[in-house]
């Protein structure tokens, strides 16, 4: 299996330890595309868990007690595991994809826009020529079904 993470990196010495755990415990057949991306799901729900009917102000004191705080970590780490299980199986470069969706993210999210409000792209409009905002429209962007290939290129193969 090839490993796209970026050699030499301490990502890439992470990845060659989790794999490595994973493959000594014969794990391998357990870990396909579909199960690892349950396998985040139900890790990111045992975060959420954590927090569950927690005020955001009782939620941010329980994640500054070094038990509160020991369980998010782990519970993080085990998405993280999962997510790079993922992106090893179907050769993604996890530096690469964060890259590339926050440029993506910039172009549905542009500052004049979102600045400060929650609303989700569909909700923004932003009139480029006099960069006034209306909340009322979908932003316009330059991501059509035809440039979302260029920006995205095909993807390898998985790994078998």
């Not at 530096?95 to 989700?120: H, M, Q, S, T």
């Not at 009139?127 to 991501?143: I, N």
Request: glycine share 4%; with cysteine.
């Amino acid at each position: 299996m090839e490993n796209r993470v970026l050699a030499g990196s301490e990502l890439d010495a992470v990845m060659r330890e989790i794999v490595a755990f994973r493959d000594e415990r014969d794990w391998v057949q357990f870990h396909t595309p579909r199960n690892l991306a349950v396998a985040v799901a139900i890790e990111a729900a045992e975060l959420q868990q954590l927090l569950l009917w927690k005020s955001d102000e009782e939620a941010a004191s329980l994640l500054t007690t070094p038990k509160g705080h020991l369980e998010a970590t782990r519970e993080l780490a085990d998405i993280l595991i999962f997510a790079l299980l993922f992106c090893s199986e179907l050769g993604i470069d996890p530096i690469d994809a964060v890259r590339r969706k926050l440029i993506e993210n910039a172009r549905k999210y542009p500052v004049a826009a979102a600045k400060g409000n929650a609303l989700k792209y569909t909700q923004l409009r932003t009139k480029r020529t006099t960069g006034v905002v209306d909340t009322q429209y979908a932003l316009e962007l330059d991501l059509a079904p035809s440039n979302v290939q260029t920006f995205w290129p095909s993807s390898p193969s998985p790994s078998t």
